[in-house]
T-cell receptor, first 118, second 114 residues
Framework: GNSVTQMEGPVTLSEEAFLTINCTYT??????LFWYVQYPGEGLQLLLK?????DKGSNKGFEATYRKETTSFHLEKGSVQVSDSAVYFC?????????????????FGQGTILTVHP | EAGVAQSPRYKIIEKRQSVAFWCNPI?????LYWYQQILGQGPKLLIQ????????DSQLPKDRFSAERLKGVDSTLKIQPAKLEDSAVYLC????????????FGPGTRLTVT
């Protein structure tokens, strides 16, 4: 079945440090890939997405590139801020029905807690 | 635009009791999802509705969980009887269609079963 694996957390950084959160996936066909973020006390929200190989998703200074050859979608940010402290989830879904896999549902990784100190 | 609404936000019950959660999706969103998020894990899909029909309920423990989406708008998820392992956050999400991938999540209901 499909699965998503994220790097173990928690991750603790100082403000302005470089961030990488690793994400790899196992899936058949051509899923779309996502990063969702959950800020303290808030619901999950979409951070960025990529729908095909070599696509780069970006938002709020975060970037991730869909690498089919390494089945990865690592999240990066050049200079983190205290306000980036949150839980980050990598996820995949299919936007077309793929061999019996229902489209739309998200398969999530376990989440990575990021804490940024001033 | 109002977001996805869920109630209650918190619920504590004893095992073998029953509980119900309510979700009102964003207006006009045809697809509605219920996810279960156990502490330290990512959300897991329980059931997906397209309008008022079930698209996927393969991960729903049907001996104790049930869900409905009458009239294709709001939805109710019920657990009867609850077990200790049902302690989790129950998330409702909606999307305009299932094909775009972007889902909008509600704040969740935190259930504690004692």
């Amino acid at each position: 079945g499909n699965s998503v694996t994220q790097m173990e957390g928690p991750v603790t950084l100082s403000e302005e440090a470089f961030l990488t959160i690793n994400c790899t996936y196992t899936a058949t066909g051509y899923p779309s890939l996502f990063w969702y973020v959950q800020y303290p006390g808030e619901g999950l929200q979409l951070l960025l997405k990529a729908t095909k190989a070599d696509d780069k998703g970006s938002n709020k200074g975060f970037e991730a590139t869909y690498r089919k050859e390494t089945t990865s979608f690592h999240l990066e940010k050049g200079s983190v801020q205290v306000s980036d402290s949150a839980v980050y989830f990598c996820a995949l879904s299919y936007t077309l029905n793929a061999g019996g896999t229902s489209y739309g549902k998200l398969t999530f990784g376990q989440g990575t807690i990021l804490t940024v100190h001033p | 635009e109002a977001g996805v609404a869920q109630s209650p936000r918190y619920k504590i019950i004893e095992k073998r009791q029953s509980v119900a959660f309510w979700c009102n999706p964003i207006s006009g969103h045809a697809t509605l999802y219920w996810y279960q998020q156990i502490l330290g894990q990512g959300p897991k899909l329980l059931i997906q509705f397209q309008n008022n029909g079930v698209v996927d309920d393969s991960q729903l423990p049907k001996d104790r969980f049930s869900a409905e989406r009458l009239k294709g708008v709001d939805s109710t998820l019920k657990i009867q009887p609850a077990k200790l392992e049902d302690s989790a956050v129950y998330l409702c999400a909606s999307s305009l269609t299932p094909r775009g991938g972007e889902q909008y999540f509600g704040p969740g209901t935190r259930l504690t079963v004692t």
